[in-house]
C-alpha cells in the first residue's frame, strides 16, 4: 500500500524568501505524484502532478517539484514567495495503472509567508 | 465547464442527530465521486467513493454512510452524530476513466458536533 510523508507541519518563511516542502511517498509500484493547495475554509486545488517524463514538472502560482525515484521524493519549491501563498500544501500518491484512482494524501504543510 | 457544489458551508448539530450532507457535480457525466473528511492536523480522510449510481465502497468502518441516487449526486448521512465527527467535509470528483487525472474538490461544509 502506498503512504505519503509530509515531514515539516508548519513552514515559516519570509516573503520573496525561497522556499521547500517535502514530500515522501512509500510505494511497490509506480505511482502518480500530487500536489495540492487549500486556502483557509476552501476546498484543495490542483498545484502540478508529475505523471511520467521529465522529473521536473512545473505547476501554477510559480511552484515547481521534482520527482527522485531512488529518493522516493517529490519536494515542492518555490523560488520567491509572497504573502498570497500562506495555505496548506497536501502532497498525494496514487498508484499508476489502474483502472480507478485514489489518492493517499499526507497530512499537509502549512506555510507561513510574513512580510 | 465543470463545478461541484457543497451544502450546506457550515452546520452545528446536537450529539444524536441526523445527518444529511449534499454534494452535485455540473458539467460532466459518470464522475467517481468521493467523500473525504479532514480533521485537524490529520490530513485527509477517505471515507467513500462510487463509480456509478448505488456503487459505494467504504474507505472506513465508521459512523457515517454515503448514497449515490443520481449520477451527480452524493450524499453523505449519518443517523446518529459522535462528537468524533466533527470535522472539515470534502466532496471530490475525477473522470471515471481517469487513472491519471486529478481529484477536483467542492468548497466543503464544516461540521461541528457539540
Known amino acids: 500500500a502506498q503512504s505519503v510523508t509530509q515531514l515539516d507541519s508548519q513552514v515559516p518563511v519570509f516573503e520573496e524568501a525561497p522556499v521547500e516542502l517535502r514530500c515522501n511517498y512509500s510505494s511497490s509500484v509506480s505511482v502518480y505524484l500530487f500536489w495540492y493547495v487549500q486556502y483557509p475554509n476552501q476546498g484543495l486545488q490542483l498545484l502540478l502532478k508529475y505523471l511520467s517524463g521529465s522529473t521536473l514538472v512545473k505547476g501554477i502560482n510559480g511552484f515547481e517539484a521534482e520527482f527522485n525515484k531512488s529518493q522516493t521524493s517529490f519536494h515542492l519549491r518555490k523560488p520567491s514567495v509572497h504573502i498570497s501563498d500562506t495555505a496548506e500544501y497536501f502532497c498525494a500518491v496514487s498508484r499508476g495503472n489502474t483502472g480507478f484512482q485514489k489518492l493517499v494524501f499526507g497530512t499537509g504543510t502549512r506555510l507561513l509567508v510574513s512580510p | 465547464s465543470q463545478t461541484i457544489h457543497q451544502w450546506p458551508a457550515t452546520l452545528v448539530q446536537p450529539v444524536g442527530s441526523p445527518l444529511s450532507l449534499e454534494c452535485t457535480v455540473e458539467?460532466?457525466?459518470?464522475?467517481?465521486l468521493y467523500w473525504y473528511r479532514q480533521a485537524a492536523g490529520r490530513g485527509l480522510q477517505l471515507l467513500f467513493y462510487s463509480v456509478g449510481i448505488g456503487q459505494i465502497s467504504s474507505e472506513v468502518p465508521q459512523n457515517l454512510s454515503a448514497s449515490r441516487p443520481q449520477d451527480r449526486q452524493f450524499i453523505l448521512s449519518s443517523k446518529k452524530l459522535l462528537l468524533s465527527d466533527s470535522g472539515f467535509y470534502l466532496c471530490?470528483?475525477?473522470?471515471?476513466?481517469?487513472?491519471?487525472?486529478?481529484?477536483?474538490f467542492g468548497p466543503g461544509t464544516r461540521l461541528t458536533v457539540l
Open positions: 471530490a470528483w475525477s473522470r471515471l476513466a481517469g487513472v491519471s487525472d486529478e481529484q477536483f
Open positions: 458539467g460532466t457525466s459518470n464522475p467517481n
